[in-house]
Nanobody
Framework: VQLQASGGGLVQAGGSLRLSCAASQINFSIYTMGWYRQAPGKERELVANINRVYRTNYADSVKGRFTISRDNAKQMVYLQMNSLKPEDTAVYYC????????WGQGTQVTVSS
C-alpha cells in the first residue's frame, strides 16, 4: 500500500495551493482519505477527511478555505487550499483509514507573510 503526496511549496499569504495524493495497491474506494499536518514543535492534526460516501469533515481552522475531494477512478485525493495563512505552514500528510491506517510521505507547505 502506497500513498504519494505532492503539490506543496512556498506561497504568499492569501495564495492557493492544491495538494494531491495518489494511492496504489489498495481498494481505494472503501477508505476514508484524509489530510493531516504537522507544524514544527506541534502535534500532527487532522486538516480534513472524506469518507467512502463523500462525507467531508474539516478542522475549524480551515473551514471555508480548504476543500477536500476524491476521485475513486483515479485513486486520488486532493486538498484545495485557498486564502492561505502563515499558520497553515506545516508538513502535510496524506492518510488512508479503514481497518488499517496508511500514511504517505509529507509534503511541505510554507506560507510567507
Amino acid at each position: 500500500v502506497q500513498l504519494q503526496a505532492s503539490g506543496g511549496g512556498l506561497v504568499q499569504a492569501g495564495g492557493s495551493l492544491r495538494l494531491s495524493c495518489a494511492a496504489s495497491q489498495i481498494n481505494f474506494s472503501i477508505y476514508t482519505m484524509g489530510w493531516y499536518r504537522q507544524a514544527p514543535g506541534k502535534e500532527r492534526e487532522l486538516v480534513a477527511n472524506i469518507n467512502r460516501v463523500y462525507r467531508t469533515n474539516y478542522a475549524d481552522s480551515v473551514k471555508g478555505r480548504f476543500t477536500i475531494s476524491r476521485d475513486n477512478a483515479k485513486q486520488m485525493v486532493y486538498l484545495q487550499m485557498n486564502s492561505l495563512k502563515p499558520e497553515d505552514t506545516a508538513v502535510y500528510y496524506c492518510n488512508a483509514r479503514d481497518i488499517i491506517v496508511v500514511w504517505g510521505q509529507g509534503t511541505q507547505v510554507t506560507v510567507s507573510s
